[in-house]
């Protein structure tokens, strides 16, 4: 148990649709990265914050918005969804802003959009 | 544009074997590299780490190997178990230490 919480943990919508993915990251991780696996691709990094400010930005769709709020958990929105939405949506936290060191991943929510 | 490739998706090893999963990346800006291991249905863990500064760390079992001429490393798992069964992603991270590049991933099966 890596300490970080996805939920859901599955999701199943149509097309057009919008969902909201949670994410809440180890006791005492400031930082919350986002990330989005399709099939038979790598880990997509989508969006960081920390400390409730957005600190780096990845290959982030305009669809696509994310933010963290004071208590430190982080919700992913996804609107108009679009059937290449579909894929596994990672959490991963870490202690620090800047960080040579690992990320704790969360179980993973997995989308998919009908 | 993947900065990280790895270009085996998968490998196949007997046990009590050495396993080597390959990793390589275009960005001479990178200077931290890590292994993740993900089993199905759980989130990568994180595995072993080595920097730019470095040619080799080694963690019990699991060695990775840095060359940095060439933008390759490799992760020697020896011996092989068959726990060790999960797909393995190589990520780089650069000196600004906020983005980690992610590979395709390698999945790995040890067979008893």
């Known amino acids: 148990d890596s300490g970080v919480t996805q939920t859901p943990k599955h999701l199943i919508t149509a097309t057009g649709q919008r969902v909201t993915l949670r994410c809440s990251p180890r006791?005492?991780?400031?930082?919350v990265y986002w990330y989005q696996q399709s099939l038979d691709q790598g880990l997509q990094f989508l969006i960081q914050y920390y400390n409730g400010e957005e600190r780096a930005k990845g290959n982030i769709l305009e669809r696509f918005s994310a933010q963290q709020f004071p208590d430190l958990h982080s919700e992913l929105n996804l609107s108009s969804l679009e059937l290449g939405d579909s894929a596994l949506y990672f959490c991963a936290s870490s202690v620090r802003a800047t960080n040579t060191g690992e990320l704790f991943f969360g179980e993973g929510s997995r989308l998919t959009v009908l | 544009d993947q900065q990280v490739k790895q270009n085996s998706p998968s490998l196949s090893v007997q046990e009590g074997r050495i396993s080597i999963l390959n990793c390589d990346y275009t960005?001479?800006?990178?200077?931290?590299f890590l292994w993740y291991k993900k089993y199905p249905a759980e989130g990568p863990t994180f595995l072993i780490s080595i920097s730019s500064i470095k040619d080799k760390n080694e963690d019990g079992r699991f060695t990775v190997f840095l060359n940095k001429s060439a933008k390759h490393l490799s992760l020697h798992i020896v011996p092989s178990q068959p726990g060790d069964s999960a797909v393995y992603f190589c990520a780089a991270q650069g000196n600004t230490g906020n983005q980690f590049y992610f590979g395709t991933g390698t999945s790995l099966t040890v067979i008893p």
């Open positions: 006791s005492g991780d400031l930082s």
């Open positions: 960005n001479s800006m990178f200077d931290y």
